[in-house]
């Protein structure tokens, strides 16, 4: 059995209904069938340190590696304490017979050198122990010495496709709301992190309230909602300078919600006139907007379609919050939820094929999915309070807020995968929430 038949994948949208075939280059194929899987058992030596000064960077660059993999759930490391054979060298040949006796099904091997100038230099193989042959090419990765974990990261991202035929996500980030002090006095500012907590940067101080951050498309930028004014106001921040500018907008009136369009040239909103809210839209580059809906209820949390045609939304025009679908140009809106309770901060996921959201019903809070139309709905979460889901680059793994109960409740973020296997917390200190997922960095 080779790795890709033995790799029976959760992760797949088409788990929620039909089994689809992913081929790839060469013998090795997937069959997507079932939520449940045996992780995958790879072994990852230390990469070889081919230069003296490479050696505490080869060493955290396989762990970074392997804890990647095996965050997904998908994959399962084998402790170096059963290895039968080492990799001394790069371009040693490999025993897999030795390999194949503590049943790693894959194996890493890489190698890391750093030159004069401080720069590392890191290539790897990945190797599919039972065909006896290498999965793929060696790839080679360079980059100053503080890019050690963002190499590490596209690494993984190469040996994650390889597997499973799928886009990686590892090297991305997300940008959040880092929350601090007590529930009736909680500071927030906004933070970026590397997708797996690490490298936190805070892009804002404690003094003023903000909500709601959302990438741009090339992850260059962050909308996000501002409380410096007392009202809510929606702000563009650059983050190569971290300087923020305030939207052109109507004055007196309240805007909140926002989220870029997939080009990146429009931004979608909310914007209360007179104790009405209804969507609106506006070219970054001229300022013009439009209004979108005109209805006597609440419109918001608006996230449009891959390909920018359309728009799903929340609002409670029909007596409490369900979602509806639209033409990004407004108009007439579908509605697409039709179960019990209340739905809310619906997102589109990158791949076009599903909706994720927040549900509320029956004094329980869930994050779900469902496809574009409303078939299908799956919760994947339940708890006390979970709110706000974010798509990763693939569209393969949500992360959202989860806040514990209590006086002293505390806000973290989680992620599970579509199929509702896999729920993990995110390392991070402190309280968070609001998350929203980076494209893939370039």
């Not at 140009?329 to 927040?358: K, L």
Request: aromatic share 8%; charged share 20%.
């Amino acid at each position: 059995m080779n790795i890709l038949r033995t790799l029976c994948l959760a992760l797949a949208a088409t788990a929620l209904s039909t089994p689809v075939a992913l081929a790839q280059s060469g013998p090795l194929r997937i069959v997507i069938e079932e939520g449940v899987i045996e992780p995958l058992p790879f072994a990852a030596p230390n990469f070889v340190a081919e230069t003296a000064s490479a050696g505490e960077a080869a060493a955290n660059i396989t762990r970074v590696i392997a804890s990647d993999l095996t965050g997904t759930g998908l994959f399962r490391e084998i402790p170096a304490s059963a290895f039968i054979s080492g990799v001394s060298s790069f371009d040693a040949p490999v025993a897999y017979p030795d390999w194949k006796a503590i049943n790693a099904q894959a194996l890493i091997t890489g190698a890391v050198s750093q030159g004069s100038d401080g720069r590392l230099n890191v290539k790897f193989r990945l190797f599919d122990i039972f065909s006896g042959a290498p999965l793929g090419d060696g790839l080679q990765f360079a980059g100053g010495q503080g890019d050690w974990r963002r190499i590490a990261h596209k690494v993984a991202d190469q040996i994650y496709s390889r597997i499973t035929g799928e886009t990686g996500y590892f090297d991305s980030r997300v940008v959040y709301v880092s929350e601090s002090g007590p529930k009736d006095n909680r500071q927030k500012r906004l933070a970026l992190m590397d997708y797996d907590g690490a490298n936190i940067q805070y892009l804002t101080d404690a003094s003023t309230i903000v909500l709601a951050p959302r990438f741009s498309p090339s992850g260059d930028r962050v909308l996000y909602t501002s409380f410096e004014t007392g009202f809510p106001r929606i702000k563009l921040m650059d983050l190569a300078s971290v300087s923020s500018r305030a939207l052109a907008e109507l004055n007196g009136n309240m805007t909140f919600a926002p989220r870029f369009s997939p080009d990146g040239g429009t931004v979608v909103f909310s914007l209360e006139q007179g104790g009405n809210t209804d969507l609106y839209s506006m070219q970054l580059s001229s300022g013009q907007m439009r209004q979108l809906t005109n209805a006597p209820s609440i419109e918001t949390a608006p996230s449009f379609s891959p390909d920018g045609s359309r728009i799903v939304f929340e609002s409670d025009r029909s007596g409490n919050q369900q979602l509806y679908v639209m033409s990004a140009n407004g108009g007439e809106a579908t509605r697409i939820s039709f179960g019990e309770g209340r739905y809310g901060t619906p997102v589109w996921s990158p791949r076009g094929d599903m909706i994720a959201f927040t549900k509320q019903n029956a004094g329980r809070f869930h994050i779900g999915v469902m496809r574009t139309d409303g078939s299908e709905e799956r919760l994947l979460t339940a708890s006390f309070l979970d709110e706000g889901p974010t798509w990763a680059p693939n569209g393969r793994v949500i992360m959202f807020a989860r806040e514990s109960s209590g006086a002293a409740g505390v806000s973290q973020l989680y992620s599970v995968d579509i199929t509702g296997r896999n729920l993990r917390a995110v390392p991070i200190e402190g309280g968070a929430s609001d998350p929203a997922w980076s494209p893939l960095l370039p």
